[in-house]
């Protein structure tokens, strides 16, 4: 799947302050940032004013169907309070679609901004806020977030490929992605 030869615009959904996609693609005026905090979406618009912006909750996205030729989601459907609502939505207003997100048995936990390892395999809850609170991670956040297994990502986005980003012999990550010739 190649961006460039995307036709119409490119919605990088939960795109927060603009540290992912939307810094990287060199058409900013192709690009609709959307997210639902508002304030992240004023931080990308200082930095980033040709980025076109939306503040919305990624569940109910004000966009008629099929009118994105691309949507980009990095690190954003493990924090979301229904996976199921964001997917149909994904595959609602998406001509193709990139969707990142990590693989929760990855020996390292990456929300923390501090890589913890083997956090997820703390069984007690006042060891994890115990660790967190040693290495400067945001409990809260961190156990906020709801990691999809490869079975559950097939599930919400059937005519997707998956692939892996890799480090040594672990599944860090899950690409789902669908491109304008194999989605539905």
Request: charged share 20%; proline share 5%.
């Amino acid at each position: 799947m190649n961006v460039d030869q995307v036709k119409g615009f490119v919605l990088d959904l939960g795109g927060g302050s603009a540290g992912f996609f939307a810094a990287v693609y060199h058409k900013p005026d192709r690009i609709i940032l959307l997210d639902v905090d508002f304030n992240q979406v004023r931080r990308a618009k200082e930095r980033y004013p040709a980025l076109h912006f939306v503040v919305a909750d990624g569940e109910r996205l004000p966009v008629a169907s099929s009118s994105m030729g691309m949507t980009v989601c990095n690190s954003v459907i493990e924090h979301v309070d229904d996976p199921d609502a964001l997917a149909v939505e994904i595959r609602r207003v998406s001509q193709s679609y990139f969707l990142q997100t990590p693989n929760k048995v990855f020996p390292l936990e990456t929300h923390s901004f501090v890589a913890i390892p083997f956090y997820h395999c703390i069984p007690w809850t006042w060891l994890r806020r115990l660790v967190c609170k040693m290495v400067g991670a945001d409990y809260e956040y961190v156990s906020g977030v709801r990691y999809l297994s490869e079975p559950r990502l097939k599930q919400l986005f059937p005519e997707a490929a998956i692939a892996y980003e890799k480090v040594l012999a672990w599944k860090k990550s899950f690409y789902v992605y669908c491109s304008a010739t194999n989605s539905r």
